[in-house]
């Protein structure tokens, strides 16, 4: 199973616009994907907004990223390089 590990890079974490941005992202992609931090129970479903602001995520925080299928790692891949960069600096 395709595995990434990030590092949040908004400012603000994963919340608000940011999660939104995450959440919508996961959900165009092609396989189901989980992300968790170290503290989670369990992963929670990227495409879940309130699964994923319930991690709590703050700037700096590690988050990994599960996803298993076809098209698995260009999904990861996509979402690592989203979770990495600074959302709320985003536009749009």
Do not use: Y
Request: aromatic share 2%; hydrophobic share 45%; charged share 15%.
């Amino acid at each position: 199973m395709p595995i990434r590990t990030v590092v949040v890079g908004s400012t603000s974490g994963l919340h608000a616009r940011p999660a939104a941005l995450f959440v919508a992202a996961a959900a165009k992609q092609p396989v189901p994907v989980t992300i968790s931090t170290e503290g989670a129970k369990k992963p929670v479903p990227a495409r879940s907004m309130l699964g994923v602001l319930s991690l709590g995520a703050k700037q700096g925080t590690e988050v990994t990223l599960e996803a298993n299928g076809d098209g698995a790692d260009a999904a990861l891949d996509e979402l690592a390089a989203l979770l990495a960069s600074n959302l709320d600096a985003t536009d749009g």
